[in-house]
């Protein structure tokens, strides 16, 4: 009989960490079912949770540090690969300083500890350059509410009267993230979503608001128009709490539901209702914005519009509404405070000083750039963990030649991305399931410790490499930690909590009760402690110090070369970015990428499902198959396709020269693009397609 065992951790197949049961035979893991008792997923997980044990034992995975040679990929040692990056690295620094020196981690790793260890060592090398996929991810959203609430609050949706999505679509980025919807419209609650397609979510929506893409911020304040007329703006808490109410007036005054409807395509009567549906049901209105709002010029300006509804329906910290949430009670792992390194010029600081001073991010586009142009500086040595930006980030073009030009690329991964096959060493990174982190949910207030399921004897968890490779370079005393479970229990210190206790609770342990301080007696995180409805701090920078609406450029300047609008991005159920295409039983269900178009734009331009076409925009060009959907799921005029793809990937034709001022993301979402028929027998894996 095979030994039989269950060890309780969290799934991180995405971020959003759901309780599992890792059902293991001698060792191996054979299922993947649900933790009942988590207070997150109640034991319901996506589809994706068992494709971990494919993605663990998948024939393809590396398992052995690998040297690029002459002849091709060459096996080595674990510690020749440390050694000689390092000497490399140490290299590089001499030459160049050690600024020239650059980190990038990926979604794959994800936030917390994993992230921080990341910025601890390019920090404590001497470098300020940590990059991340935040430069296009999250950073927008997180600092858009930041800037008005002085913190992001997470949207009690289980309890709210009226829920409200932007350019965000849970079914399928946060499966678990449904439940609570789902809950409170069988209590009665209005379901509102604004998406420009017919997404899973707008499909169960009870008023659907087909904005034209990176048309929010007019929506918004049509809406604040009517919310002002309807006279179910907050007052007293306006008055006590907020600063701006009177700009907010007078901007909204001429943002009649009619001009709403003429900027975003939503008719002047749904604008009207979704004011009326939040009216009625605050302050339990809950609102999430996704990652649809962040991919614009505009976007910045389009998450605050949305942002200060809140504050104005006097949402905040009320059931069903706006919520603060406590801050995990865990100690920092960053060394800014003890190594400021900003006089050496983090890359994007100055053309983006929000997102660096906001997030302490450097900015991904930027530093491409130095790359190929030495401009502002050379950066000359990346090392890239749980990324592959040759396939993620805008203009993959370009990032394709800069990461070739670099003296050294390292990358950690599972697989041989097309990122890791550019490097010149490729180390094999431990997944999930290979190493001990913990992990809070932020809605709950809980945090829990993932376990060490399995291991493979080359394979290092973060922390190791970080640890083994800072010793190398004379930053040890960073690492003073033996190993991940110190790391841990030095985290833990002050906290009241122990590893032991999380160990005995792999469903959680609350941390709510260490929270200290209240807004109402202690103000907002904010400049001037109060709810920013407008900012100063961000006027003072040159930006707009109200979150006004700026039509996106395929409008304001159409260019009769590029009619169609093209959206990226939306996600899919199966596939995590650039990841799980090789899931056979995924593939299966989707089998390649495609551009999602209306029948009419599919009947002009004479295709049917599957033909071949050519999407070109100002950055470049891709060939891709049609799938042409129902008239109802997409606008006229405006296209989809989903990034990730090696085989069309739609990142060639995104911008890495256009961003939204504030935050420095790229515009991926809202971009004029032309569409070209194909020969109908061109072969698309045999095709060499024009730049
Ligand atoms: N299965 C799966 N889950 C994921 C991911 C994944 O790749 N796959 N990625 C994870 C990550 S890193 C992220 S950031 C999240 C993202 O999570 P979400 O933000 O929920 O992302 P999407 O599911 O793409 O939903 C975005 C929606 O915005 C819409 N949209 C596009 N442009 C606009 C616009 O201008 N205005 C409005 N109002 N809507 C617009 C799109 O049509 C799309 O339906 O998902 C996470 N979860
Ligand atoms: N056009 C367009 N492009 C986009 C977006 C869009 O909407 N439109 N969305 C953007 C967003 S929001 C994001 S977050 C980025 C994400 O972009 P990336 O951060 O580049 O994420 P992935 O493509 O998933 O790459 C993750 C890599 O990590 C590897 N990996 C998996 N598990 C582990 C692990 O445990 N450890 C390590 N070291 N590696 C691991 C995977 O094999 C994979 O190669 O993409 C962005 N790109
Ligand atoms: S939503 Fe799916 S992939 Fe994400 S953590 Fe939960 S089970 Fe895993
Ligand atoms: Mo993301």
């Not at 550019?422 to 999930?432: E, G, N």
């Not at 039983?585 to 499902?609: K, N, Q, S, W, Y």
């Not at 100002?618 to 793809?645: F, K, M, R, Y």
């Amino acid at each position: 009989m095979p030994e039989r065992e269950i060890q309780r951790t969290l799934c991180r197949m995405c971020d959003d960490r759901c309780g599992i049961e890792v059902h293991l035979e001698d060792g191996r893991i054979v299922d993947i079912t649900g933790n009942k008792e988590h207070l997150w997923n109640r034991g319901r997980l996506c589809v994706k949770a068992r494709a971990a044990v494919d993605m663990v034992y998948h024939p393809e995975r590396i398992l052995a540090p690998l040297k690029r040679t002459a002849d091709g990929w060459q096996q080595i040692s674990l510690a020749q690969a440390l050694d000689e990056i390092a000497a490399r690295l140490a290299e590089v620094r001499e030459r160049h300083g050690a600024r020239s020196i650059s980190v990038w981690k990926g979604e794959a790793i994800g936030f917390g500890q994993q992230e921080n260890i990341a910025r601890r060592f390019v920090h404590a090398i001497g470098s300020p350059n940590y990059l991340s996929n935040d430069s296009m991810c999250y950073a927008a959203r997180y600092f858009g509410f930041k800037l008005v609430d002085g913190a992001w609050p997470v949207p009690d949706l289980a309890n709210s009267r009226c829920i409200v999505l932007w350019g965000a679509n849970p079914p399928y980025a946060h499966p678990n993230m449904t439940q609570y919807i789902t809950e409170a419209r069988r209590a009665g609650a209005t379901l509102v979503v604004v998406d420009p397609r017919l997404s899973a979510i707008a499909r169960r929506a009870d008023l659907h608001a087909r904005c034209l893409p990176g048309t929010d911020a007019a929506l918004a304040w049509g809406i604040i128009h009517e919310l002002i007329e309807l006279d179910a703006v907050d007052h007293s808490f306006v008055e006590r709490f907020a600063v701006g109410y009177a700009q907010v007036a007078e901007y909204a005054r001429s943002f009649t539901p009619q001009r709403a409807e003429a900027e975003t395509g939503v008719p002047a009567a749904t604008v009207r209702e979704i004011a009326r549906a939040m009216a009625n049901a605050a302050p339990r209105v809950g609102t999430y914005v996704g990652n649809g709002l962040e991919h614009h010029e505009n976007g910045v300006n389009s998450i605050r519009a949305v942002a200060i509804m809140d504050g104005l329906l006097g949402t905040i910290d009320q059931t069903g509404g706006a919520c603060f949430k406590c801050p995990p009670p865990l100690q920092d792992l960053t060394l800014y405070d003890e190594l400021p390194l900003t006089e050496l010029g983090p890359l994007g600081a100055a053309r983006f000083p929000v997102l660096y001073e906001l997030r302490q991010e450097c900015h991904t586009m930027t530093a491409i750039d130095a790359i190929l142009e030495d401009k502002p500086y050379p950066l000359r040595a990346m090392i890239v963990t749980g990324a592959n930006p040759a396939l993620t980030n805008p203009n993959t073009a370009k990032v394709r030649r800069a990461l070739e030009a670099l003296d050294l690329l390292v990358v950690r991964d599972l697989f041989m991305s097309e990122t890791a096959a550019l490097a010149d060493y490729v180390l094999p990174a431990a997944s999930f399931l290979e190493r001990t982190e913990l992990h809070a949910h932020a809605k709950h207030e809980i945090l829990s410790l993932t376990r060490r399921v399995v291991s493979w004897p080359d394979v290092q968890g973060e922390y190791d490499f970080w640890r083994d490779l800072g010793r190398r370079l004379g930053a040890g005393e960073y690492f003073p930690w033996p190993d991940e479970s110190a790391l841990n229990r030095w985290l833990l210190d002050g906290s009241g909590l122990t590893l032991e206790e999380l160990e005995a609770h792999p469903e959680g342990v609350p941390y709510g009760h260490a929270c200290a301080g209240d807004w109402r007696t202690d103000g907002f995180s904010t400049p001037s402690g109060k709810l920013e409805l407008a900012s100063a701090y961000l006027k003072g920078l040159g930006y707009d110090e109200l979150p006004v609406y700026r039509r996106p450029a395929y409008r304001e300047a159409a260019d009769p070369a590029y009619p169609f609008v093209l959206v990226t991005g939306a996600r899919k159920l199966l596939y995590l970015h650039s990841r799980f295409r090789n899931i056979a039983r995924f593939r299966t269900a989707i089998p390649g990428p495609e551009v999602e178009m209306h029948p009419d734009d599919a009947a002009e331009l004479g295709v049917r499902d599957g033909d071949v076409v050519t999407v070109t925009s100002p950055v470049g060009s891709v060939d891709i198959p049609v799938a042409v959907v129902a008239p109802n799921e997409i606008l006229p005029g405006s296209l989809q396709i989903t990034h990730g793809w090696k085989e069309a990937n739609v990142n060639l034709i995104t911008h890495d020269d256009r961003f939204d001022p504030v935050s420095g993301f790229p515009l991926m979402k809202s971009l004029a693009v032309r569409v070209e028929r194909r020969a109908r027998d061109v072969d698309l894996a045999d095709d060499a397609s024009p730049a």
